[in-house]
Nanobody, 118 residues
């Protein structure tokens, strides 16, 4: 059974940082592209970032480029998202997902809440 469990969310002031983690199990983690997707209140899901399997090439949404950094540890089956210079508009539930998260075959975790507020 595929399981993705996010952690690390919380309340942070604007300009602050958080590091999200995602523990993966039930599949060959290192063989999959992995992504972070977020959903703000009242809005649809927004793709944030993807890290490819193998080459570890990364891609980011323009809204987070230069502030967020995605990484993975295949030995530990872990996915990470380092978020710096956080803004109130980054407030959302953050999900890790297989692939880019937009396909019916992709799996999502249960999400972790990130709130950026003073």
């Amino acid at each position: 059974e595929v399981q993705l469990v996010e952690s690390g969310g919380g309340l942070v002031q604007p300009g602050g940082s958080l590091r999200l983690s995602c523990a993966a199990s039930g599949f060959t983690f290192g063989s999959y592209d992995m992504s972070w997707v977020r959903q703000a209140p009242g809005k649809g899901p927004e793709w944030v970032s993807t890290i490819e399997s193998g080459r570890d090439s990364t891609d980011y949404a323009d809204s987070v480029k230069g502030r967020f950094s995605i990484s993975r540890d295949n030995a530990k089956n872990m996915l990470y998202l380092q978020m710096n210079s956080l803004k109130p508009e980054d407030t959302a539930v953050y999900y890790c997902a297989t692939g880019r998260g937009g396909s019916p075959q992709d799996y999502w975790g249960q999400g972790t809440q990130v709130t950026v507020s003073s």
